[in-house]
């Protein structure tokens, strides 16, 4: 079985948009309005995670030439 593609931020981005673009719409159902919300607190979780990851990694350095994580 392959791998699915992992999404980058940007295109994780672009599906909350999407979901927040169906939750506005007026004529979606509340049960489909359960499912887009639970969908995008799972991107969200996604992006949280990514973002954490990628501070764990920067680092920077300090006043006396040494490195310090972020």
């Keep these: 079985m392959a791998k699915a593609k992992e999404m980058t931020l940007e295109e994780t ?5 999407e979901a927040i ?7 979606i159902s509340l ?3 359960f499912q887009v919300y639970q969908e995008g607190m ?3 979780q996604t992006c949280n995670d990514k973002i954490n990851k ?3 990694a ?13």
Excluded: C, M, T, W
């Excluded at 981005?13 to 948009?17: I, Y």
């Excluded at 673009?21 to 004529?27: S, Y």
């Excluded at 680092?59 to 310090?68: F, T």
């Design 13 to 17: 981005f672009a599906k909350l948009e």
């Design 21 to 27: 673009e169906q939750l506005e719409k007026e004529d």
């Design 31 to 33: 049960e489909q309005s």
């Design 42 to 44: 799972k991107l969200i």
């Design 54 to 56: 990628v501070e764990k």
């Design 58 to 70: 920067v680092l920077v350095l300090n006043e006396n030439g040494e490195l310090d994580e972020f």
